[in-house]
């Protein structure tokens, strides 16, 4: 069955530290992945997202996310964390043989200490 | 407006009212969902069209309807909710096609629903 794991439901940093927030999937031969990011009472932000090629992607606000298909995960990182980051985080996986549905993991809520 | 627009952002209604959440996407998408996010529960995927048509109902209730008139709209009807329906209600548009970069997903706000 497809799924995606978060293994951390809280992560706490301080502010100016590196972060990491794991991802591992189970999903299809041919998987896309993204990262999300929630605000309090607000829809989802897409941060980033893999598809093809470069295996190290870019996104807004700083972050970054590898993907490694040997152990199917895409860790999402950022080297410096901001208080403005505190937020919840998810991670999605399509793969194209199941069309346009996603599959979201629980979630990580990043608390960021001053 | 830009992106997707949800309207309301907050409802509440008893339990033998009808009433229905609007959805519009301003970004040429082709697709469009509805999610129930619940607290401490994983994003639940509700319904799914494609180019106006149907093509997933995730076993949700029939106290839930959708409606799709064109690409840009989609509507949730509510009746007979149960205090268990009680949850942020997500829209989301995407292209109909994968293109290059897979089925990326564009959310609006939320709809935040108690149900009484």
């Known amino acids: 069955a497809q799924s995606v794991t978060q293994p951390d439901i809280h992560i706490t940093v301080s502010e100016g530290a590196s972060l990491e927030l794991r991802c591992n999937y189970s999903y299809g031969a041919t998987p896309y992945l993204f990262w999300y990011v929630q605000s309090p009472g607000q829809g989802l932000q897409l941060l980033l997202k893999y598809f093809s090629g470069d295996t190290l992607v870019q996104g807004i606000k700083g972050f970054e996310a590898e993907f490694k298909r040997s152990q199917s995960s895409f860790n999402l990182r950022k080297p410096s964390v901001h208080w403005s980051d505190a937020a919840e985080y998810f991670c999605?996986?399509?793969?194209?043989?199941?069309?346009?549905?996603?599959?979201f993991g629980a979630g990580t809520i990043l608390r960021v200490k001053s | 407006e830009t992106g997707v627009t949800q309207t309301p952002r907050h409802l509440v209604m008893g339990m033998t009212n009808k009433k229905s959440l609007k959805c519009e996407q301003h970004l040429g998408h082709n697709a469009m969902y509805w999610y129930k996010q619940s607290a401490k529960k994983p994003l639940e995927l509700m319904f799914v069209y494609n180019f106006k048509e149907q093509t997933e109902n995730n076993s949700v209730p029939s106290r839930f309807s959708p409606e799709c008139p064109n690409s840009s709209h989609l509507f949730l009807h509510l009746h007979t909710l149960q205090p268990e329906d009680s949850a942020l209600y997500l829209c989301?548009?995407?292209?109909?096609?994968?293109?290059?970069?897979?089925?990326?997903?564009?959310f609006g706000p939320g709809t935040r629903l108690t149900v009484t």
């Open positions: 999605a996986v399509g793969a194209l043989e199941y069309g346009n549905k996603l599959v």
């Open positions: 989301a548009s995407s292209q109909g096609n994968p293109g290059t970069s897979g089925y990326e997903q564009y």
